[in-house]
Nanobody
């Protein structure tokens, strides 16, 4: 069983930055691809970014390309999402997710996800 705990969500002004963290229990997760997802009120969940377990390959949703950066520190069993140039439309609950069946090519669709974190709220507003 993998447990994921997100942190770093906050209220920030448009144009501001935040760094989210996803801490995973156990080192097994270092062998899994991991993704960040978000869900705004009244909207469907959206894949934001995913990172591979070993190669460092990443994928981003078009809406965040050039503004968000995903990274991971396997020594700390932690994945980060650096979010810059935040916009009001980035407001959502952000969750990380993982599992042994995730493939990078389909990760943004949450295909293969077995484990979800509880989420952290990001609000972008002036």
């Amino acid at each position: 069983q993998v447990q994921l705990v997100e942190s770093g969500g906050d209220l920030v002004q448009p144009g501001g930055s935040l760094r989210l963290s996803c801490a995973a229990s156990g080192s097994t997760v270092n062998y899994y691809n991991i993704g960040w997802f978000r869900q705004a009120p009244g909207k469907e969940r959206e894949g934001v970014s995913c990172i591979s377990s070993s190669t460092g390959s990443v994928v981003y949703a078009e809406s965040v390309k050039g503004r968000f950066t995903i990274s991971r520190d396997n020594a700390k069993n932690t994945v980060y999402l650096q979010m810059n140039s935040l916009k009001p439309e980035d407001t959502a609950v952000y969750s990380c997710a993982t599992g042994p069946r995730i493939r990078l090519a389909t990760c943004l669709k949450s295909s293969g996800v077995d484990y979800w974190g509880q989420g952290t709220q990001v609000t972008v507003s002036s």
